[in-house]
């Protein structure tokens, strides 16, 4: 995130050092705290499951703040999973993959279709001290509104 923040402005190569800084980082955060939640456990609980999006929903929040989707993608298996175990502690065990991507696929359309707006929103949530360390799109963005 330093390597990130030296140019919001996403103009020097320190940005392409940056993109592949976070994609490698991604499945090092993101694995070990699913791993911990058990989720793709054979076991895995209903609580488990509920836990690991609210995981996933605190990493695209977080992937929307630095404009980065790397988080996001580390952790679809462990997001599908856990739907997936949702899905069939409801009771809908012979549809629960189809559902799983269905309803995974559908947020994940919609998030891309609208991620600028999301982000600009966000960002207006933040104090403005956090949000110029922020890469510009979302900060021009504010600035106008």
Same mark, same amino acid.
């Given at each position: 995130m330093r390597w990130d923040m030296s140019d919001p402005e996403r103009r020097t190569?320190?940005? +392409?050092?940056?993109?592949w800084l976070h994609l490698a980082a991604a499945p090092m955060i993101v694995h070990p705290a699913f791993q911990w939640?058990?989720?793709?456990? &054979?076991?895995a609980t209903a609580l488990s499951a509920v836990t690991g999006l609210a995981l996933y929903? %605190?990493?695209?929040?977080? %992937?929307?703040?630095? +404009?980065r989707r790397a988080l996001m993608v580390s952790a679809l298996a462990y997001v599908l999973a856990a739907m997936t175990t949702l899905f069939r502690e409801a009771g809908a065990l012979s549809l629960s993959? %189809?559902?799983t991507a269905l309803?995974?696929?559908?947020?994940?359309?919609?998030?891309?279709?609208?991620?600028?707006?999301?982000?600009?929103?966000?960002?207006?949530?933040?104090?403005?001290?956090? &949000?110029?360390?922020?890469?510009?799109?979302?900060?021009? &963005?504010?600035?106008?509104?």
């Open positions: 190569r320190r940005t +392409d050092v940056a993109f939640l058990g989720v793709l456990e &054979s076991g929903a %605190a990493l695209t929040i977080s %992937a929307l703040l630095v +404009d993959t %189809a559902l309803a995974l696929g559908s947020a994940l359309l919609l998030l891309s279709a609208f991620w600028h707006g999301v982000r600009v929103q966000l960002v207006r949530l933040l104090p403005l001290a956090v &949000s110029r360390l922020l890469p510009p799109g979302a900060q021009r &963005s504010v600035a106008q509104a």
